[in-house]
């Protein structure tokens, strides 16, 4: 019987699985990971928190001794002194209030920047899949969202919890102190109070699991927005993206608006509770007056307390809707900082020296979605030094090829190898810091050119940053800008032209100085002349390196060592540009309707 009893009131406290039950775990780990660093700043505010309580409490004694003892006895000394008591009751309790003001403030913002930076730390080591697949809007709700509120239930919620609960208490031992009878008949009210409580923070609790994932919808959608609004506008869709925003939108209002109608039931059930309290303390109060049970003071004292314990009581029932919020959010934000990489080092991982490089695909395959292939038994063997041309149909799967070089991706079959060593052997930094890739879909940082191009090599000097960008024709657009190379060059490169951010983000390779080299139309935004210039100095980048060059204009690689052509996920020819014009097969095609297409053009 009692088993069930404590069953029951334990599922009404916590909810079952399907309303999102808490687990205690949670306290534990909030604790370890937010508060214990911070722990000398959270128990001096807590002290000074207790110490606020005390004061607010000794007033409450200073009205019960002004009436016994000066109102009722007629004497002004007592007035004047307890007078000036409540004056450095409220002073202290004010010292005391800025006190941990000061002090919650400073473990707050510590509290906060360590954990920002863990999960800087954790995000910038995930898969890129994940972002995809899980989309930046969410990601970035880790730093906002969940973070904010489980760093509001360590340094605000804890404090004014403790604040409340030693108010609470102290009200409580002198309403017991000065009427313990009376105490004794409001007894019944407390499950009055506590059940619908209760039940009303389990409704909000589960309200608060689902607004993380409309916050999460909410994000993306205006993430999506920042990012595409050039696509939205070019294609005079913000009517459309502005009703699907509307919705999205709608959905957190209404879970908003819920959440409202059960948190305003709870000040007017509390409040109805207290009045009723109050109701009975009077005229029970007034009885044990007339009786001589109790004196004035006490009973004056005992409403005091009464009346000052409302504060605390409703304080405390509304902290336990924002307790429930922050745990929801640890456990969101826990479970993330808890996932693992699908792609890591090896236990036994160890560095990739810089040095030679062959590498070779080894019966390679590959598909992001189970079921879709993208590669099929891919086998390539590069030598060290030598250019290896990918070409083909888009979507054949050359980018992918890519992807699995820098390890962005591990293939479901297969290996590949650098210098005969399966490239997981490696570690993932020694591997990445031994390739330099320049992408048709150039990233540049929000920064300065010289940061950009320094990206490569952070410890470059300004001579060696100009040398690059001389070598790869970047140098004198830079110079015509007014801060030179302490230009801005805005989010994403947006100050630049195509050809300019192409050009700086091939500068930062050839600073970087890797013995791999990964161009995925690197030329491609650049005009006739300009691409001339930079071919030249790629191929003077290219000497000595193993290079992978994805290309659509054949006319790029036709002294390329290794012509790929790459069509559905198949490597179907393979060798020289002789090689495969005498074979006479896919290349020749692409070869023969390409360079007809050069003359046309050349001739018009």
Known sequence: MFKKLKKSIKKLIHGDENNGRIKWSLYGRVWREIGKPQWKWLVTGVITTVLAAGAEAYTITLVQQVVDNAFIQKSMTHIYLFGLQIIAAFGFKGAFNYAKSLIMSKAGLNASADLQKKIYRHMVKMNISKFYGDGIGKHLNYFSVQAGAVLNLVTGTLINTVQQIATLIMTLGL????????????????????????????????????????????SQHLNQTLHGIKTIQAFANEDSETEKFARVLNSSMINSYKGTQAFALQSPLLELMISIGLCMALIIGGHFIVTGAISTGDFTAFLLALTAAYKPAKAITNTGNTVQHGLLAAEVLFNFLDSKPDIQDAPDARELKPGNMSVKFNHVSFEYIPGEPVLHDINLNVPAGKVCALVGPSGGGKTTMFNLIERFYEP??????????????????????????????????????????????????????QAAARAANAHDFI?????????????????????????????????????????????????TQSEKLIQSALNDLMVGRTTFVIA?????????????????????????????????????????????????????
């Open 479 to 527: 110079m015509s800008f007014p801060r030179k190379y302490k230009s801005k060059v805005g989010e994403g490169g947006a100050l630049l032209s195509g050809g300019q951010k192409q050009r700086i983000a091939i500068a930062r390779a050839i600073l970087k100085d890797a013995p791999i080299l990964l161009l995925d139309e690197a030329t491609s935004a650049l005009d």
């Open 412 to 465: 479901q079959h297969g290996k590949i190898e650098i210098n005969n060593t399966d490239i997981k052997k490696f570690t993932l930094h020694s591997l990445r810091q031994n390739i330099a890739e320049v992408s048709q879909d150039v990233f540049l940082f929000n920064g300065t050119i010289e940061d950009n191009i320094k990206y490569g090599n952070p410890n470059a000097t300004p001579e060696q940053i």
């Open 175 to 218: 309403m017991v102190y000065y009427a313990p009878q009376m105490c004794a008949v409001l007894l019944f009210l407390v499950p009055a109070i506590m059940i619908p409580m209760v039940l009303i923070m389990r409704k909000r609790r589960k309200l608060s699991r689902e607004s993380f994932g409309i916050a999460n919808d909410v």
């Open 552 to 604: 659509h204009r054949l006319s790029t690689i036709l002294d390329a060592d290794i012509i790929c052509v790459i069509k559905d996920g198949h490597i179907v020819e393979q060798g020289t540009d002789a090689e495969l014009v005498a074979l006479d097969g896919e290349y020749k095609k692409l070869r023969d309707i390409q360079f007809k297409t050069d003359k046309r053009a050349h001739k018009k």
